[in-house]
Nanobody, 115 residues
């Protein structure tokens, strides 16, 4: 079982930055893959970025070059550094863990980017 708690969302102007954090309830090195997903109002949830236990990363095309996903093993935390934010990035961002064919989700943290 994995519990996930997100933080770091808020209001920011276009071009600004935010850093989202997700704290896991167990050793993050034992989790095969973690990531961030987002869901905008009226839209389907989409994958933003993922990172595996061997440090392989993947990014949704629209955030490449702007967002960076990383892990802090000592703190059992996965983060998403978001730079050059755009209004289109406005969404609820969810931390996600996938391991042993099971999915775990945080409650989400809201990001609002104004123009």
């Amino acid at each position: 079982q994995v519990q996930l708690v997100e933080s770091g969302g808020g209001l920011v102007q276009a071009g600004g930055s935010l850093r989202l954090s997700c704290v896991t309830s167990r050793n993050i090195l034992t989790i095969n893959r973690m990531g961030w997903y987002r869901q905008a109002p009226g839209k389907q949830r989409e994958r933003v970025a993922t990172i595996t236990s061997d440090d392989s990363t993947n990014y949704e095309d629209s955030v490449k070059g702007r967002f960076t996903i990383s892990r802090d093993n000592a703190k059992n935390t996965v983060s998403l550094q978001m730079n050059s934010l755009k209004p289109e990035d406005t969404a609820v961002y969810y931390c996600h863990a996938y391991d042993d064919n099971r999915h775990y989700w945080g409650r989400g943290t809201r990001v609002t980017v104004s123009s």
